[in-house]
C-alpha cells in the first residue's frame, strides 16, 4: 500500500489516547526510538557511553556494570512528559504524553564484577492521519475517497548484563537484550459518490504485529587517565543485528462488516522487519567540578530493510551525535545548597531511518537538567530535565515536528550499611 498519501496529504489529524508518541513518521518500521540512558545522561544530551560513575547505573555501556562499589545497590527510576506540535502546509495539531521512562539496577556480584539489570521503552508508534483522495481516476470512477490510518503500540526492552574489570582501568561487559510488544495499525477507505449512482462499500482492516526478539550487545570502557583531579575513560559498545522475528496478523473483512468468518483476508506472516547493528564509541572527561562528553553512533537501517518505491519509502544507514557535560559549583558546601547541585547541558543531532519522498529526515535537540543531591551527606539525588526538539520539515508536504519533554528521575544510592549483618549477644 503507498501509504506517503497519509503522511504528505495529511488535512486533520485528531489526538488519541494512550499514545507515547504522536507523529507521521512512526508511520513504518517500529516508530520513534527513545533516547536511552537515565535522566542525568540524557540531560547531557545522552552522551553515555564512555560514562562512568559508580552513583548511576549506565544502561548505554555494559562494561559501565563493573563500576558498582562493593556492598552497594543502585537503583534508578525515571517518569518523562512530552508535549508534541506538529504542522503541515495544511493543518497543525499538538499532543501530550506520560510515560514510565526507566527502571534499572545493578549491584556488585564480587569486586570489579556487577550486574546491571533494566526496563524501558525502546519504540512506540502513535499516528492518526486522513486525507481525501482526489486522483483523476479515482473521482471519474468512485467519487471521494476519505482515507484514515492510525497506529499505536509500544516496543520494551529488557536488558540483562555484567561487566567485569579485566586488569585495572580496563573493563568489559555484555548485556542481553529481549524486545517486547505489540503495535496494531488500522485503515480505512470510505467513498461517497458524487454522480448520485452506483454504491461502493466501504473499506477497512487492520494489521498487529507482535515482536518477541533476543539481541546481544557487547561494551567496553579503558580509562588511559585516572588522577586524583582528572579522570578520562574512552568507551565502545556494539549491538548486533537481525531479523526483529514476531508475527503479523492482518485482517480486511468482506463490505466492511466485522463477522469473524467474513474476512476477505486474514493471514499471519513473519514480520521482514530488521534491526540494524549499532556501532558507538565515546571519551567522558571527568574533573572535581565539570565533566564533559561526546558519542557517536552509527547503525546500518539501510543496508538491512528495503523500502518501497511506489510508496517514496527508502530506509538509510543512521548517524547520531551526542555532546554534553555538567558542573558542580561546590559539592561540599554546607551552607549554599545551589551550590552542591549539578547543572547539565547538551545537545543531540541524530538522523531519522526512514527517508520520505526523497527528503532525508533529521533531529536536532538542546536539553538541560539539574541533580539535587536529597540529603547533605547521601549520595542519592533527584535529576530534573528538559528538552527542546525539531524534526522534519515541510517540504514536499512533509510534517515539520517540535517537542519538548520533562523528566524526572531518581537515582538511589544504597549505602554500605545496608548490607551489614545485625549480630546480637
Known sequence: MAMIAALVGAEEASAQSSLNAYSPYTFYGIGDIHQEGNAAIRAMGGAGVGFRNYLYVNSLNPASYS??????????????????????????????????????????LAKGLGVGVSVMPYSSVGYNVSYYDDSADVLAGVGQVLNAYSGSGDVTQFKA?????????????????????????????????ITGSGSYYSL??????????????????????????????????????????????????????????????????????????MYAVGMYLHRPKYSIGADYEFADWG??????????????????????????????????????????????????????????????????????????????????????????????????ESYLKFTVGFSLFGEDYWFVKVKYD
Open 67 to 108: 563500576s558498582v562499589r562493593n556492598n552497594s545497590f543502585l537503583s534508578n527510576f525515571d517518569m518523562e512528559g512530552q508535549n508534541f506540535y506538529a504542522r503541515t502546509t495544511d493543518a497543525k495539531t499538538s499532543y501530550n504524553t506520560f510515560n514510565i521512562k526507566d527502571i534499572s539496577m545493578s549491584f556488585p
Open 161 to 193: 548484563g555484567v561487566g567485569y574489570e579485566i586488569f585495572k582501568n580496563f573493563s568489559v561487559g555484555a548485556d542481553l537484550i529481549y524486545y517486547h510488544g505489540s503495535i496494531l495499525r488500522t485503515f480505512s477507505a470510505l467513498p461517497s459518490s
Open 204 to 277: 477497512s482492516g487492520t494489521s498487529t504485529e507482535r515482536i518477541n526478539s533476543f539481541f546481544g550487545k557487547v561494551g567496553m570502557q579503558w580509562t588511559p587517565i585516572s588522577s586524583e583531579n582528572t579522570v578520562l575513560t574512552i568507551g565502545a559498545t556494539w549491538q548486533m543485528g537481525g531479523k526483529m522475528g514476531g508475527e503479523v496478523v492482518t485482517k480486511v473483512p468482506i463490505n466492511g462488516t466485522l463477522a469473524p468468518d467474513e474476512y476477505a483476508v486474514n493471514e499471519t506472516t513473519t514480520s521482514t522487519f530488521t534491526m540494524p547493528s
Open 303 to 400: 543496508s538491512r530493510n528495503e523500502g518501497d518505491r511506489g510508496a517514496n519509502l527508502a530506509f538509510r544507514n543512521t548517524n547520531t551525535v551526542r555532546v554534553g557535560g555538567q558542573y558542580t559549583p561546590n559539592p561540599g558546601d554546607v551552607r549554599n545548597a545551589f551550590n552542591r547541585f549539578t547543572y547539565r547541558a547538551g545537545v543531540r543531532w541524530s538522523q531519522c531511518y526512514v527517508v520520505l519522498n526523497n527528503q532525508p529526515i533529521s533531529d536536532v535537540a538542546l536539553t538541560f537538567g539539574v541533580g539535587i543531591p536529597l540529603r547533605m551527606t547521601g549520595l542519592s539525588n533527584v535529576n530534573l530535565g528538559l528538552e527542546l526538539g525539531q524534526r522534519g520539515t515541510t517540504k514536499a508536504g512533509l510534517s515539520s
